[in-house]
DNA sequence: ACTGGCACTCGGCTCCTGAGAGTGCCAAGT
DNA sequence: ACTTGGCACTCTCAGGAGCCGAGTGCCAGT
């Protein structure tokens, strides 16, 4: 059924597409691609691919413009990643390297995204699966009322309140605070939490322990990872000129933190590619989302790509998330 | 120059224009607003009206619409800002009566804001010049650094790295943490900056100590307001259809914090109006800027406001925009 | 299996025209 | 002195005709 030259033609259509945004047809392509076959010729294959569902045509007498299903196999098959120039790299390693915590890394990450894919940049705050405890902390606000701090080896600050009965002493809340911060130094969250859950069970009388405890790990449970940044929302003016209708429910969707996570949730350590109606929000199945995990090998922290549209520079977006993520990652696992 | 009738007919002209989007004619303007003379003398006065600049036409024979100018008259004199109703009140107070933290109350206020002007809203973190610290904590991550936290009497949490020297032993991060932590507390940002000059100046044998000073100092230096967050960044596809062509600017305007900043820092605690052009930025030329300060009266904290089509519905946008800033400032005092 | 040729389709461009909205101005009325 | 009706004028917009050209599908020939 498809034999080279047709993947070729789809290939051809595909580049031409993404650079003109204009159907593309017969005769402009054995021009400008060296097909050394009759315009004809390329007709039959067009027309079997659009049969097959690769290709469409936006009316008749038209050119051919790629489906969704199209792009799909073009990104499959159709296409290398080509590493990034040595100027590129070497733009993306000065950039993050001045960054100076973990809060500069990732705003550093998504503008650097941005910049260099021209679409929007997405990117999840990263997480160690482990990160350890290094210190909670335990300061009174009110009579009534604590706030309870958790430090991670990584540097990451959590707070929650914790509701006190008002007779409390200020003695022993610090006692309080001191003895949990020893029980769960050094260990991960889940081993935190069943060394809380022990720590209570042995001291009923206790009231400001169980209050404490409860807030602690209400916040390990808290996913820490659902925190996302967003950047380069202005680039979806460039998205092209077909896509002013669709693009209020696209910034929406930007904005809803859930949907964004879903979005990235699915990606794998390499670049994963969701075309047009492969997305499962609505808002963005006029778009295309590059993802990518990034961290350690074998132990992805967290998730970062590019939203644009399906007509989108499929290999050069892909490289550039691809190296976006190994350098992020390498510079965490350094810092 | 401008009698009572010539500001009547711009007012409606306004009206209308940003009911309708379209340039609005004389007859059309007596027959939708009982002016109770004939087309001609409106058309008299219209011409005036353009002779000084507040309105214009896009065209020969198509009516009149307003210049900044004119929206500028519009909002100083022919406006009232009427008062909310009573069910817009109460879902203004219970969306943000539910609000957990700090983080809470600006994310639910940003939020609110874009939902009831449907607009582009802009929350500045609050900061409160009588905040005083609760408490500050050293904690030693690897041998040669130290994270360093405050705590703000307003739960607000601020962080720091300090570099240490490597031989320093843990007993004497703690010490010194203490110590420092028993200077300063409950003191004000600047009370706190004198009393620890004159803590390193006592103490010229140690060396932890002078170095946690150097970062809290450079903390409390730090100015807090710096914050800022964008929500409703969707709405700027309903800015109209005109608008397309300015859009990429003004998305791109609200990713710089500076620029943000900047529009908010001239908000007194009223109501600010910034009409098109009278925007310093040129990103944000063809938009309006609505302003507020909030918080306690004779003491603001912050500015929060909206960003949206010159073509807006002032005195409805301004009604919101002041209801939202006294309730966040009022919520802001209890809490 | 490829190619050249050919008829056909259809969107886009231009030109034209008429309708309609709106204006500016003027002379007459109050 | 202000207001008004009338009128000529301008200019946009919508619709229709007609042409062009790009592109297609199909077929017969190599």
């Known amino acids: ?21 204009e159907p ?18 390329i007709r039959n294959d067009m027309a079997s691919l659009e049969e ?10 038209a050119g051919r413009i790629p489906t969704d299903k199209g792009y799909r196999l073009f990104v499959d098959r159709l296409t290398t990643v080509k590493p990034l120039s040595q100027p590129e790299k070497r733009a993306i390693s000065t950039f993050l390297g001045g960054a100076a915590d973990l809060d500069d890394v990732v705003s550093r990450t998504v503008r650097l995204l941005a910049q260099i894919t021209q679409q929007v940049a997405i990117v999840q705050y990263p997480i160690v699966s482990t990160a350890v405890i290094r210190h909670i902390d335990v300061i009174r606000l009110h009579p009534d009322r604590a706030l309870l701090l958790l430090v991670t080896s990584t540097g990451r600050i959590t707070q929650a309140h914790v509701e006190l009965p008002v007779e409390t002493r200020d003695e022993d809340v610090e006692s309080t605070a001191v003895r949990i911060g020893a029980a769960v130094r050094n260990l991960t969250s889940a081993q935190a939490v069943r060394t809380l859950n022990e720590l209570v069970r042995d001291s009923d009388t206790d009231t400001v322990l169980p209050a404490v405890v409860n807030a602690l790990t209400a916040l390990l449970a808290t996913d820490p990872t659902t925190r996302v940044v967003v950047g380069g929302v202005q680039n979806v003016a460039r998205f092209g ?95």
Chains 1, 2 share one sequence.
């Open 1 to 21: 059924m498809l034999d080279e030259r047709k993947l070729a033609v789809l290939r051809a259509i595909i580049t031409d597409y993404v650079e003109n945004s």
């Open 241 to 335: 000129d077909d896509f002013h209708a669709a693009m209020e429910p696209v910034l929406e969707a930007l904005e809803e933190q859930v949907v964004l996570l879903r979005l990235l949730g699915e990606a794998r350590n390499d670049v994963t590619v969701r075309i047009g109606h492969e997305n499962e929000h609505v808002g963005l199945q006029s778009t295309s989302v590059v993802a990518s995990g990034y961290g350690m090998p074998d132990d992805v922290w967290a998730t970062l790509g590019v939203v644009g549209p399906t007509r989108m520079n499929y290999p050069s977006t892909m490289a550039s998330v691809r190296a976006v993520a190994r350098y992020v990652g390498r510079f965490l696992a350094e810092g």
């Open 24 to 41: 593309v047809g017969s005769k402009a392509l054995v021009e400008r691609y060296r097909l050394d076959v009759s315009p004809a010729t």
């Open 52 to 61: 097959e569902g690769y290709l469409t045509q936006p009316h008749t007498s």
